[in-house]
């Protein structure tokens, strides 16, 4: 049986759920690591997947199943780096029918004003995550759930965007998945 939840996915942001020196230590680490992703129909942003962060990882695979009360296994995981000018458009994430959950945690430096993630539910923005270092957010995706992460302002000089998205999928879903890919 299918509750709503899954069908519709729920979404909590935690304000603080890392401190400042944790988050700069991570930036540190993966600072010369990123690729540019630059097909401008779908998004221009910087990336590193499957980024070395297993303490970081582990805190957003706990607090998830605290919160949806399920046991999960990383599916995934890719660290974003948003300068000025750089976005991810809604139509370049896909739709999961396997509702998994995705956790953000907010690694910036500072906060960014606009620089918005939000999460759409069958188009619409039901659920917008701020730049808030040190912020988590998890989000039960459903499967009419997609996100973006809004264009960073030009005049924003210096701004710098970094969040860490894990993609987590039920335990027993995680491991089918990852035995079919080899």
Same mark, same amino acid.
């Given at each position: 049986m299918t509750t709503l939840d899954q069908l519709f996915g729920a979404a909590l942001m935690v304000p603080d759920a890392i401190d400042t020196a944790r988050a700069a230590a991570a930036r540190?680490?993966?600072?010369?690591?990123?690729?540019?992703y630059?097909?401008?129909d779908r998004g221009s942003y910087e990336y590193v997947v499957d980024p070395d962060e297993p303490e970081l990882i582990a805190l957003m695979l706990r607090a998830a199943e605290r919160t949806t009360g399920r046991t999960l296994a990383?599916?995934?995981?890719?660290?974003? =780096?948003?300068?000025?000018?750089?976005?991810?458009?809604?139509?370049h994430d896909r739709m @999961?029918?396997?509702?998994p959950v995705e956790v953000t945690l907010d690694l910036s430096p500072a906060a960014v004003a606009d620089a918005e993630l939000h999460y759409r539910r069958s188009g619409q923005v039901f659920f917008r995550v701020p730049c808030a270092p040190g912020a988590l957010a998890?989000?039960? =995706?459903?499967?009419?759930?997609t996100s973006n992460h809004c264009y960073v302002s030009k005049? @924003?000089?210096g701004a710098s965007v970094v969040r860490l998205v894990a993609l987590l999928r039920d335990s027993a879903t995680a491991?089918?998945?990852t035995r079919s890919a080899h």
């Amino acid at each position: 049986m299918t509750t709503l939840d899954q069908l519709f996915g729920a979404a909590l942001m935690v304000p603080d759920a890392i401190d400042t020196a944790r988050a700069a230590a991570a930036r540190t680490r993966h600072a010369s690591h990123y690729t540019r992703y630059a097909l401008v129909d779908r998004g221009s942003y910087e990336y590193v997947v499957d980024p070395d962060e297993p303490e970081l990882i582990a805190l957003m695979l706990r607090a998830a199943e605290r919160t949806t009360g399920r046991t999960l296994a990383v599916a995934s995981s890719r660290l974003l =780096r948003l300068s000025p000018g750089d976005y991810i458009l809604a139509h370049h994430d896909r739709m @999961r029918d396997d509702n998994p959950v995705e956790v953000t945690l907010d690694l910036s430096p500072a906060a960014v004003a606009d620089a918005e993630l939000h999460y759409r539910r069958s188009g619409q923005v039901f659920f917008r995550v701020p730049c808030a270092p040190g912020a988590l957010a998890i989000v039960e =995706r459903g499967v009419t759930v997609t996100s973006n992460h809004c264009y960073v302002s030009k005049l @924003r000089e210096g701004a710098s965007v970094v969040r860490l998205v894990a993609l987590l999928r039920d335990s027993a879903t995680a491991l089918h998945t990852t035995r079919s890919a080899h």
